[in-house]
C-alpha cells in the first residue's frame, strides 16, 4: 500500500470541489453552528503538521434535562484543547503540552514514573505497524489495569484483529470507550512506517 499523496493535485482537487461546492471540501468552510453555541477555538497545530483541519465534535448534554442551563458547557470548558482527527480532545497531547496538569497520585507528593517503553506490533497486513507506547498509558493507568489480565508481559503474545478492538478486546477495552476513539484516527495507532511506506502525514 503506497500513502504518498501528491499535494499539488490535491490543492487543485480541492479548488475545483469548493468551487462545485461539494460536501467533501465542506470540512474547509466554518461549521454551522447555531447562534447559542459559540465555535471553540481549534488548538494551533504544530509547525510542519499537515493533518487535515478537523471542526471541535464536543458532546453536549441532554437539553432536556431542566438543570441544562446550570451547567458548564463543554464547549467553554474545553475552549483552546488540541483535537485529534474526530474533532474530540486529544488528552494525551493536553497532557503533554501542560494544558491539563493533574495531580499524580489521589493523596501526597509522591511522583510517579511512566514507564518509556514502545512495543511495535507487525501483524498489520497493508497497515502502517502499530506503536504501543507504555510512556503514555503509564502516564494514566497503573500496570495492572493491562497486565496480566489483557496482555502478558511479553511481547509478540497477542493475537490482535481490528475486529477484536471494535468489539471491545484488546485495546479496544478501552479504546472507543473511555479512550480515543478508533474510526477515523487509524495513523495514531498506525504510526510506523513499513519499509518502503510512506505515512500519509
Ligand atoms: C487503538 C489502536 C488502533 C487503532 C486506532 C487502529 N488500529 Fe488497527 N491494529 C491495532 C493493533 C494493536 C493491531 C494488531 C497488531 C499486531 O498484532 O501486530 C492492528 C491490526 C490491524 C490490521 C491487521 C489485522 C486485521 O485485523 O486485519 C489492520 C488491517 C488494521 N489494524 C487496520 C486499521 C484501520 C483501517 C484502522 C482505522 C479505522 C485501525 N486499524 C485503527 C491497533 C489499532
Ligand atoms: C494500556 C495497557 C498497558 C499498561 C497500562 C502497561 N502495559 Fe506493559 N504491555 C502492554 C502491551 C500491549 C504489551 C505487548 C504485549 C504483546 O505484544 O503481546 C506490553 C508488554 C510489556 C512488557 C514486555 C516487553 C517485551 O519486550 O517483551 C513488559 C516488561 C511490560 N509490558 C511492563 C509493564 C509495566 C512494568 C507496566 C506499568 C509501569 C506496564 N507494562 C503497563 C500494555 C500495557
Ligand atoms: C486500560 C486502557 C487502555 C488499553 C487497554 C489501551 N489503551 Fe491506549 N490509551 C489509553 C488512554 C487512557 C490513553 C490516553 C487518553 C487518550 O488518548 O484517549 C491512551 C492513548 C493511546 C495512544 C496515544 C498516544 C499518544 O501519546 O498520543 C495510543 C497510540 C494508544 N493509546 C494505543 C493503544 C494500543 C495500540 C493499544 C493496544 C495494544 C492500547 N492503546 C490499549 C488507554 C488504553
Known amino acids: ?40 477555538e481549534p488548538a494551533p497545530k504544530p509547525a510542519g503538521a499537515q493533518r487535515p483541519i478537523v471542526e471541535p465534535q464536543f458532546d453536549s448534554y441532554d437539553r432536556a434535562n431542566p438543570d441544562y442551563e446550570r451547567l458548564q458547557r463543554p464547549d467553554e470548558a474545553l475552549q483552546g484543547f488540541p483535537l485529534d482527527e474526530n474533532g474530540k480532545v486529544d488528552w494525551a497531547r493536553a497532557l503533554r503540552d501542560g494544558v491539563i496538569t493533574p495531580r499524580e497520585v489521589l493523596q501526597g507528593n509522591e511522583t510517579y514514573l511512566p514507564l518509556d517503553l514502545d512495543i511495535v506490533m507487525r501483524n498489520t497486513k497493508g497497515m502502517p505497524y502499530v506503536r504501543f507506547p507504555h510512556k503514555t498509558h503509564t502516564e494514566w493507568l497503573a500496570c495492572s489495569n493491562c497486565h496480566p489480565a489483557i496482555f502478558a508481559q511479553k511481547a509478540g503474545t497477542a493475537r490482535i484483529r481490528m475486529e477484536d478492538i471494535f468489539r471491545g478486546e484488546f485495546c479496544g477495552k478501552c479504546h472507543d470507550r473511555v479512550a480515543f476513539i478508533t474510526h477515523r484516527a487509524c495513523f495514531r495507532c498506525h504510526s510506523v512506517a513499513q519499509p518502503g511506506q510512506h505515512m500519509p502525514y
Request: without cysteine; glycine residues 2%; hydrophobic residues 55%.
Open 1 to 40: 500500500m503506497n500513502f504518498t499523496v501528491n499535494r499539488s493535485t490535491t490543492l487543485l482537487a480541492l479548488v475545483f470541489a469548493l468551487l462545485a461546492g461539494d460536501p467533501a471540501a465542506a470540512f474547509l468552510r466554518p461549521a454551522q453552528i447555531p447562534e447559542s453555541e459559540p465555535a471553540a
